[in-house]
């Protein structure tokens, strides 16, 4: 029985499915747990910059919890977009306590734009966005108060969308950046995300794609997740058995959901 740590209820803008539809569904996909995460963005160049309501989330988590009676776990994250620049904020308006998770993500660079769609692409040198992306993603997870780093790579989805290449390997091109940023959420014990949503697109690439995955168990890496970042109903929970088995064929044994903040692990095989 597998769990999903990236699933988005109706309460995040970009998504329309109804946290109690979504857990109804995890029973009949046979998902042991379900990891609810809503859009909490504050940058305004974000599509769901400004659409997180706490309370209508609660009461959809309540919801949730009280249709699938105990058949799923139900477990309440959120996802915060560039936490390092808007961690002060955020926490002005949620307590981390009252969640299970909290995902960091990385949808915007400083001074470029937003990496997830084609515009960025379109002016500047694609290698040299793709290596700020990465860059920052360090600074990130050095200070931000997270559970678990969020679909590293999802610049391709833009590259792809501005019929750009994106079958580079990056570990061979910053070498030096990604074993940091792997090294940083070692030491911080940060999760590192397995996404799948990239399996659904043109790039048809899991993120991070294998090669990163594969470094981070050569560097002791443990903790992972597999999310399949859920938003419509087309695509709920795609990817995760092809997840899986990427994991044990890296080597790992075992994944993790997050329970009050803790990881909890769950054998893969």
């Known amino acids: 029985m597998l769990n999903d740590m990236h699933v988005h209820t109706s309460d995040s803008p970009d998504a329309d499915i109804p946290a109690g539809r979504l ?16 859009h909490l963005d504050l940058n305004p160049e974000d599509y769901c910059y400004g659409g997180f309501n706490a309370a209508f989330y609660d009461e959809s988590i309540a919801c949730a919890r009280n249709e699938s009676k105990g058949r799923i776990t139900v477990l309440k994250g959120l996802e915060i977009g560039e936490p390092h620049k808007y961690e002060e904020q955020v926490k002005n308006l ?12 990385l949808h915007s660079v400083e001074g470029i734009g937003m990496v997830l769609g084609r515009e ?10 793709v290596e700020e992306y990465y860059t920052e993603t360090l600074r990130m997870v050095e200070i931000s108060d997270i559970d678990i780093l969020a679909h590293i790579g999802l610049f391709r989805r833009g590259l ?13 091109l910053w070498p030096d950046t990604i074993d940091n940023i792997l090294r940083v959420i070692i030491d911080r014990n940060i999760a590192l995300e397995l996404n799948t949503s990239g399996l659904r697109r043109k790039e048809e690439v899991t993120y991070p794609i294998p090669c990163i995955l594969e470094r ?16 419509r109903e087309s695509h709920v929970f795609f990817g995760l058995d092809q997840g ?5 064929e890296t080597g790992f044994k075992e994944a993790y959901t997050f329970l009050e903040r803790v990881p909890q692990a769950f054998e893969l095989a």
């Open 244 to 248: 899986a088995e990427l994991l044990l």
């Open 216 to 231: 981070f168990r050569e560097l002791g890496g443990t903790l992972v997740t597999i999310g399949s970042d859920t938003h």
């Open 160 to 172: 792809a969308l501005a019929d750009l290449r994106y079958d580079f390997n990056e570990l061979e």
């Open 120 to 129: 960025v692409f379109a002016n500047g040198d694609p290698l040299e966005i």
């Open 94 to 105: 949620v307590d981390y306590s009252n969640y299970d998770f909290i995902t960091g993500a």
């Open 23 to 38: 857990a109804q569904k995890g029973i009949e996909t046979n998902l042991a747990a379900i990891g609810f995460v809503a």
